[in-house]
């Protein structure tokens, strides 16, 4: 009887040692997005300089740990002026990331390298359209200490840039959060994936960052409105398609989008954060005088708008997901298989067609000849 008792105590230890050890993996954060209109330009980048470090102070103050930028929002659409990756805008951009204690990710034109060739990058459409191409469709993210964490160059940017390569570009990296009083952590981390531009579109993409540890997907943007018919515009499906990798993938997606209208296009605005559910933490409105949902936190600034909302992310989950991943997957050469498996392959081979032996090979001449005829 003191045995099955010791079991049975030993079954619940055990458990709750694993619950509160998967209690204290999950991690809180507050994320930012800022949607605005198209940055003014008029050649001069203190103007959006000033509109960075406005919204990176109300973050501050609001406990913020991290803000998104739209697409090229530091360069502009229009007229792109490319920077060099250690330029001196972007040094004081992480300056005011160190001074104010806040993450955050801007978009921006990245100069091409002096020692990079053009041969390596763009794809054959691209070269055609504009063969002078010699820039990036890239974001720049900060840590919160105001260190560069990463440089991310797009791998499927407009005829205006150049193609970044998916096996350098799509990869997770470790962003360092602002340190909180009230956190018993020394260090505070995530780690993020990057989607720019039409990036979101492709899954497979965000599905290797989520099965490399990625913990949040950024999606920085400059989606507009495709079309106006009688009824009013025409909205592009991008307003959910961050809602459908969110729930394909389980991981939050948090997405930043222009807002307004310039000479040509109209911008949707739509700026959001999903948590792993799919459910929407904080959405902003379609356009500048709408409203919002009854959700998350809205922090005007001067020049935009910042949105805001409170996510937990579930790392046991990754890990299990990554576990059970790799689990399926061997190093050993065929050759050392059991023989049971290496008979079940061959006959899988010879049922889809994919045997070469002569016999296969000249069933197979035959049908095309008859096909001839």
């Known amino acids: 009887m003191r045995f099955f008792i010791f079991i ?59 803000v998104l930028f739209p697409e090229l929002f530091l360069s502009g659409l229009k007229e792109t002026k490319s920077f060099d990756r250690e330029c001196y805008e972007l040094n004081i951009i992480g300056n005011i990331c160190e001074e104010l204690n806040v993450a955050c990710a801007i978009g921006y034109s990245e100069k091409k390298l002096n020692e990079e060739k053009t041969e390596m990058f763009g794809s054959p459409t691209t070269k055609k359209k504009n063969p002078g191409v010699e820039s990036f469709n ?11 964490a990463a440089n991310f160059r797009c791998t499927c940017a ?18 360092r959060l602002p340190s909180r009083k009230n956190d018993e952590r020394k260090e505070r981390n995530v780690k993020i994936g ?14 290797h960052l989520k099965r490399s540890g990625a913990e949040l997907l950024l999606s920085s943007c400059a989606f507009f409105q495709t079309d106006l018919d009688e009824e009013g515009p025409i909205f592009p499906l991008e307003s959910g398609i961050h809602q459908v990798r969110a729930i394909e993938n389980h991981i939050p997606v948090v997405y930043s989008n222009y807002v307004g209208s310039d000479d040509e296009k109209q911008f949707s605005g739509l700026s959001a954060i999903v948590d792993q559910s799919g459910n929407f933490l904080v959405e902003a409105p379609e356009s500048e005088d709408g409203d919002m949902r009854d959700c998350g936190y809205l922090l005007p600034c001067e020049y935009g708008t910042l949105l805001a909302a409170d996510i937990t992310l579930d790392s046991t989950v990754d890990t299990n997901g990554l576990v059970s991943s790799s689990d399926l997957w ?4 065929r050759s050392l298989f059991e023989n049971d498996n290496t008979d079940k392959q061959a006959d899988e081979k010879r049922s889809t067609g994919f045997h070469n032996s002569k016999q296969n090979r000249r069933s197979v001449k035959t049908k095309k000849k008859k096909g001839k005829k």
């Open 8 to 66: 049975i105590f030993a079954c619940c230890v055990s458990y709750v040692d694993s619950f509160a050890s998967s209690i204290s993996e999950n991690k809180s954060l507050r994320v930012g997005v800022f949607q605005a209109p198209l940055p003014r330009r008029d050649n001069n980048p203190i103007s959006v300089l000033k509109q960075v470090a406005e919204s990176l102070r109300v973050a501050s103050i609001s406990q913020t740990d991290f």
């Open 138 to 148: 890239s974001v720049a993210v900060f840590n919160a200490d105001g260190t560069r």
């Open 158 to 175: 407009s005829s205006d840039f150049l193609d970044a390569h998916p096996f350098v570009e799509v990869f997770p990296i470790t962003l």
């Open 194 to 207: 990057m989607a720019i531009g039409k990036e979101i579109w492709i899954n497979e993409h965000l599905r």
């Open 330 to 333: 061997t190093v050993q050469p």
